[in-house]
């Protein structure tokens, strides 16, 4: 009776605060909407290139103060906070933040979210950008909420996480326990040492998304779990209705930080560290440690990621693709544009001091085919292409993670592969790995939990002795789920696994074939870093890098990544990858043996003409002025 | 730009190809322009022969090889039309030099030949059809010297290509060079080609048109 009056009088209180909230809400857009919009404080520069301090107040979600003498204190939020002298619904429409908004054109293929469970080997190339070979969180019926406790960790908030219209209603209760996600401003922008974004990746599972731009700040430290919670918590009493056993989350700020106006010093930076970058966008090779991959050349150099990839108020940032370069100073910030500079853009050439390469005898048609990453940008390839680890796949830079190099995904990189322009950049590659529902020529993946109760008990156990990792899956496993799913489905559903670069089914005797599906074709996006010091692009050292019978360049080999014990060893030369055969590669890695002796064959050849027209050059000019003397 | 040029070159070649295969047949007969070579010559007149279908049959093939992309798709070879352009470029080059080392000497611009290139110009037409051989042969060895010199810049541009001597602009410049003078090469072989199928024609009346003057000889008779 008392968890029902408590609850009772929440839903009251909720109400009444929501109607309030609509209220001034209206009556504050009123005029905006009449008005025109004028830009906010911090929005317009008056030209100065020093660093405003940033000694503000912290705000909650409601608009309220922070005092820290308070009792039951709230997470400041971003919206409030910042949102006072920046548009915070410009800069919402961002890059970074507008995945989900499908109005944004989806852009060049990028890395996706990559759903992973080791024991149902599954592997599921996953984004909200509709990019091809990708699938929609809600295809999956990956609710937002369930989406940012599986993502959000490398997430700067905003987009997918306070978009109302993505809410759905079931889950309206919830998401007032848990609170938007709002973006966290300082994910990139704090320049605080004590700044810790493994504090905001571990609010989310705990669907604390209120407090975790808190949580990441260096002055304030959250607790408890709102997942924990009942739908009826209420954080203004912070009291669980029914659930006592539980934390509930709450947050506390280091009071020395706040002055007597209660304002809180935050070290702001215009100028992003790359480390801030390098939370979401890093990417390990396995195998090589830390002390033996160099940053990117341009880091080395000094610069910051944010040099290039820069962006006016709207925080649509340049992502330094040639093809999507919307303005001539955009376009400055490509590779091209600021090495080579380019015919409507001759003075933005060398930004930052970049240098105009020579190219000594590279042959002009490998620019026609090749991007300048092809030779400039990560790892070299060698024999035996590598898996990498990158941060939004493997959760790198967050607590608990698991450091072996076999951790799923199976991420190979450098894969050499023709962009959607037709040129050859490296890239990742992911080989997609799932249980799916086929329907005709089309399928839809299933989300592990509905696989995982019919996995022979064996292989579970194996699974798990192999942490993060997938084991060998033998045949008969194979057959066992595909046969209960179909048993257990009423309509005659026929399902399939993705693996290998295959859909594998069964057949009606009972035994599995497989098949070619689109859906299994690997997912690749290009890479562009890190880029290597000249000296080591390929082609530096002559021809041979790329066109001799054994360079990874062609021949290197790309492993099928796959879970079936049928499948092992399988794997694909590079040449394949672009549009060529391996056999053709050889054939012209063959000719650039004889090509030296070709060579003076022909220089001598020239050499020889060349002085044949000299010797008679003479003897008929002397004809001719003969004749013209004759004339006169 | 290029691309239109190379469209002209070739349709207008294909035109003369046309024009010639239809009122003209071969039969084996010896270019006039060329000297009648002596008992110690044939020899070398063999390996002249055998230069010049060489570089003839190779030309065709780099050409091909070389020109058929500009002209479909506007870009410059790749893939397999690439190495089979760079595999006969060897064998092009040397056989061209050996045609021309073996026929350099016959094809010396001598004073005679300069008189009647000059005269070409100040004559009148019905002057110029009567000295009809000796214009060719001049016309012809001109070709020769062009097709010569010609092939200076058609080798080395792409010979300083391959080293490391040149950056990207100086590439592309190189490449521009070796396409404008290989355009220029093929032009001038086509037009050597045709002065040698004319003045073939005209020593050599065609079968069909001496058939033709018998009927009418053998009707008038009757």
Same mark, same amino acid.
């Given at each position: %009776?008392?968890?029902?009056?408590?609850?009772?009088?929440?839903?009251?209180?909720?109400?009444?605060?929501?109607?309030?909230? !609509?209220?001034?809400?209206?009556?504050?857009?009123?005029?905006?909407?009449?008005?025109?919009?004028?830009?906010?404080?911090?929005?317009?520069?008056?030209?100065?290139?020093?660093?405003?301090?940033?000694?503000?107040?912290?705000?909650?979600?409601?608009? *309220?103060?922070?005092?820290?003498? #308070?009792?039951?204190?709230?997470?400041?939020?971003?919206?409030?906070?910042?949102?006072?002298?920046?548009?915070?619904?410009?800069?919402?429409?961002?890059?970074?933040?507008?995945?989900?908004?499908?109005?944004?054109?989806?852009?060049?293929?990028?890395?996706?979210?990559?759903?992973?469970? $080791?024991?149902?080997?599954?592997?599921?190339?996953? *984004?909200?950008?509709?990019?091809?070979?990708?699938?929609?969180?809600?295809?999956?019926?990956?609710?937002?909420?369930?989406?940012?406790?599986?993502?959000?960790?490398?997430?700067?908030?905003?987009?997918?996480?306070?978009?109302?219209? !993505?809410?759905?209603?079931?889950?309206?209760?919830?998401?007032?326990?848990?609170?938007?996600?709002?973006?966290?401003?300082?994910?990139?922008?704090?320049?605080?040492?004590?700044?810790?974004?493994?504090?905001?990746?571990?609010?989310?599972?705990?669907?604390?998304?209120?407090?975790?731009?808190?949580?990441?700040?260096?002055?304030?430290?959250?607790?408890?779990?709102?997942?924990?919670?009942?739908?009826?918590?209420?954080?203004?009493?912070?009291?669980?209705?029914?659930?006592?056993?539980?934390?509930?989350?709450?947050?506390?700020?280091?009071?020395?930080?706040?002055?007597?106006?209660?304002?809180?010093?935050?070290?702001?930076?215009?100028?992003?560290?790359?480390?801030?970058?390098?939370?979401?966008?890093?990417?390990?090779?396995?195998?090589?440690?830390?002390?033996?991959?160099?940053?990117?050349?341009?880091?080395? =150099?000094?610069?910051?990621?944010?040099?290039?990839?820069?962006?006016?108020?709207?925080?649509? %940032?340049?992502?330094?693709?040639?093809?999507?370069?919307?303005?001539?100073?955009?376009?400055?910030?490509?590779?091209?544009?600021?090495?080579?500079?380019?015919?409507?853009?001759?003075?933005?050439?060398?930004?930052?001091?970049?240098?105009?390469?020579?190219?000594?005898?590279?042959?002009?048609?490998?620019?026609?085919?090749?991007?300048?990453?092809?030779?400039?940008?990560?790892?070299?390839?060698?024999?035996?292409?590598?898996?990498?680890?990158?941060?939004?796949?493997?959760?790198?830079?967050?607590?608990?993670?698991?450091?072996?190099?076999?951790?799923? $995904?199976?991420?190979?990189? $450098?894969?050499?592969?023709?962009?959607?322009?037709?040129?050859?950049?490296?890239?990742?590659? !992911?080989?997609?790995?799932?249980?799916?529902? !086929?329907?005709?020529?089309?399928? =839809? $993946?299933?989300?592990? #939990?509905?696989?995982?109760?019919?996995?022979?008990?064996?292989?579970?156990?194996?699974?798990?002795?192999?942490?993060?990792?997938?084991?060998?899956?033998?045949?008969?496993?194979?057959?066992?789920?595909?046969?209960?799913? =179909?048993?257990?489905?009423?309509?005659?559903?026929?399902?399939?696994?993705?693996?290998?670069?295959?859909?594998?089914?069964?057949?009606?005797?009972?035994?599995?074939?497989?098949?070619?599906?689109? +859906?299994?074709?690997?997912? %690749?996006?290009?890479?562009?870093?890190?880029?290597?010091?000249?000296?080591?692009?390929?082609?530096?050292?002559?021809?041979?890098?790329?066109?001799?019978?054994?360079?990874?360049?062609?021949?290197? #080999?790309?492993?099928? +990544?796959?879970?079936?014990?049928?499948?092992?060893?399988?794997?694909?030369? %590079?040449?394949?990858?672009?549009?060529?055969?391996?056999?053709?590669?050889?054939?012209?890695?063959? *000719?650039?043996?004889?090509?030296?002796?070709?060579?003076?064959?022909?220089?001598?050849?020239?050499?020889?003409?060349?002085?044949?027209?000299?010797?008679?050059?003479?003897?008929?000019?002397?004809?001719?002025?003969?004749?013209?003397?004759?004339?006169? | 730009?290029?691309?239109?040029?190379?469209?002209?070159?070739?349709?207008?070649?294909?035109?003369?190809?046309?024009?010639?295969?239809?009122?003209?047949?071969?039969? /084996?007969?010896?270019? &006039?322009?060329?000297?009648?070579?002596?008992?110690?010559?044939?020899?070398?007149?063999?390996?002249?022969?055998?230069?010049?279908?060489?570089?003839? /049959?190779?030309?065709?093939?780099?050409?091909?090889? /070389?020109?058929?992309?500009?002209?479909?798709? /506007?870009?410059?070879?790749?893939?397999?039309?690439?190495?089979?352009?760079?595999?006969?470029?060897?064998?092009?080059?040397?056989?061209?030099?050996?045609?021309?080392?073996?026929?350099?000497?016959?094809?010396?611009?001598?004073?005679?030949?300069?008189?009647?290139?000059?005269?070409?110009?100040?004559?009148?037409?019905?002057?110029?059809?009567?000295?009809?051989?000796?214009?060719?042969?001049?016309?012809?060895?001109?070709?020769?010297?062009?097709?010569?010199?010609?092939?200076?810049?058609?080798?080395?541009?792409?010979?300083? &290509?391959?080293?490391?001597?040149?950056?990207?602009?100086?590439?592309?410049?190189?490449?521009?060079?070796?396409?404008?003078?290989?355009?220029?090469?093929?032009?001038?072989?086509?037009?050597?080609?045709?002065?040698?199928?004319?003045?073939?024609?005209?020593?050599?009346?065609?079968?069909?048109?001496?058939?033709?003057?018998?009927?009418?000889?053998?009707?008038?008779?009757?």
């Amino acid at each position: %009776m008392k968890a029902f009056k408590c609850h009772f009088y929440n839903l009251i209180q909720f109400k009444r605060r929501k109607s309030i909230q !609509l209220c001034s809400a209206f009556v504050l857009l009123f005029p905006l909407s009449v008005l025109p919009q004028e830009s906010m404080l911090g929005d317009v520069s008056d030209g100065s290139r020093a660093v405003p301090v940033h000694l503000i107040k912290l705000y909650d979600e409601d608009g *309220s103060v922070i005092r820290p003498n #308070e009792t039951h204190l709230l997470p400041f939020s971003t919206r409030e906070t910042c949102g006072k002298c920046h548009d915070y619904q410009k800069i919402s429409a961002g890059l970074h933040f507008s995945a989900g908004n499908p109005a944004v054109p989806a852009g060049r293929k990028g890395e996706p979210w990559v759903l992973t469970d $080791p024991v149902t080997a599954t592997q599921i190339p996953i *984004s909200q950008r509709g990019w091809s070979g990708t699938y929609l969180p809600g295809s999956l019926s990956i609710t937002p909420m369930q989406f940012l406790q599986k993502f959000g960790a490398h997430l700067p908030g905003g987009g997918i996480g306070e978009a109302d219209s !993505l809410i759905p209603a079931e889950n309206y209760l919830r998401w007032q326990v848990s609170g938007k996600l709002e973006i966290n401003c300082l994910s990139c922008h704090d320049g605080e040492a004590a700044h810790d974004q493994s504090q905001f990746a571990a609010q989310m599972p705990k669907q604390n998304f209120r407090w975790a731009a808190a949580a990441s700040s260096g002055f304030a430290k959250v607790s408890g779990s709102a997942k924990d919670m009942p739908e009826q918590y209420d954080i203004y009493t912070a009291v669980p209705a029914s659930v006592t056993d539980k934390i509930p989350p709450s947050v506390s700020y280091e009071r020395s930080r706040f002055n007597s106006k209660n304002e809180v010093f935050f070290d702001i930076v215009r100028d992003i560290p790359s480390e801030r970058c390098y939370f979401c966008h890093s990417t390990k090779v396995s195998s090589v440690e830390r002390w033996q991959q160099d940053d990117d050349v341009h880091v080395q =150099a000094g610069m910051l990621c944010v040099d290039c990839h820069s962006n006016s108020l709207d925080h649509n %940032m340049t992502r330094g693709a040639e093809s999507e370069a919307a303005s001539t100073h955009a376009s400055s910030l490509t590779c091209e544009g600021c090495h080579l500079g380019g015919e409507d853009r001759p003075m933005l050439a060398g930004r930052f001091g970049a240098p105009k390469p020579q190219h000594l005898g590279i042959p002009p048609v490998h620019f026609d085919k090749m991007s300048c990453t092809a030779c400039h940008s990560g790892p070299l390839p060698t024999e035996q292409i590598a898996t990498v680890k990158t941060s939004r796949a493997h959760k790198l830079g967050t607590h608990g993670v698991l450091k072996n190099d076999e951790v799923l $995904p199976r991420i190979l990189s $450098p894969v050499f592969a023709k962009l959607e322009n037709g040129k050859i950049a490296p890239h990742k590659l !992911l080989w997609p790995s799932f249980w799916a529902e !086929l329907h005709g020529d089309s399928l =839809a $993946p299933l989300l592990p #939990e509905r696989v995982q109760p019919f996995l022979i008990a064996s292989y579970v156990a194996d699974s798990i002795k192999a942490p993060g990792n997938w084991v060998d899956m033998p045949d008969s496993m194979i057959v066992a789920v595909l046969d209960t799913l =179909a048993k257990l489905d009423s309509v005659g559903t026929q399902f399939g696994y993705i693996a290998g670069g295959n859909l594998v089914k069964l057949v009606s005797s009972g035994t599995l074939t497989s098949v070619s599906h689109r +859906a299994a074709n690997p997912y %690749m996006w290009p890479v562009a870093h890190d880029v290597r010091p000249a000296a080591q692009s390929l082609g530096v050292r002559g021809c041979d890098d790329c066109h001799s019978t054994g360079s990874p360049f062609y021949f290197s #080999e790309v492993g099928i +990544a796959t879970p079936l014990a049928s499948g092992h060893r399988a794997v694909l030369t %590079m040449a394949e990858f672009q549009g060529s055969s391996a056999l053709y590669q050889s054939a012209f890695a063959l *000719s650039f043996l004889f090509r030296p002796w070709l060579k003076i064959l022909i220089i001598a050849s020239t050499l020889i003409i060349a002085a044949v027209v000299l010797v008679y050059a003479f003897q008929g000019l002397a004809g001719l002025l003969k004749t013209f003397a004759e004339e006169n | 730009m290029f691309r239109i040029l190379l469209i002209c070159v070739f349709a207008s070649s294909i035109v003369l190809f046309v024009w010639h295969a239809r009122s003209f047949s071969l039969n /084996g007969q010896r270019a &006039s322009w060329l000297p009648q070579p002596g008992p110690a010559q044939r020899s070398i007149n063999g390996l002249r022969k055998i230069a010049l279908l060489l570089a003839a /049959g190779s030309l065709l093939l780099l050409v091909f090889s /070389g020109f058929l992309p500009n002209m479909v798709v /506007g870009a410059a070879p790749s893939g397999l039309l690439l190495l089979i352009h760079v595999a006969i470029a060897p064998l092009f080059a040397v056989s061209l030099m050996l045609w021309i080392v073996l026929s350099a000497h016959n094809n010396a611009m001598q004073e005679q030949d300069w008189r009647q290139l000059v005269s070409l110009f100040r004559k009148s037409s019905e002057e110029s059809v009567q000295n009809d051989a000796a214009n060719r042969t001049a016309i012809l060895k001109i070709c020769f010297w062009c097709l010569a010199i010609l092939a200076v810049p058609v080798s080395l541009t792409v010979m300083l &290509s391959m080293t490391t001597l040149l950056g990207t602009s100086g590439q592309n410049t190189a490449l521009s060079l070796h396409k404008y003078s290989a355009l220029a090469f093929f032009l001038i072989a086509v037009v050597m080609a045709h002065f040698v199928l004319a003045g073939q024609r005209q020593n050599n009346p065609s079968k069909s048109s001496s058939k033709k003057q018998a009927a009418i000889d053998a009707s008038a008779k009757n």
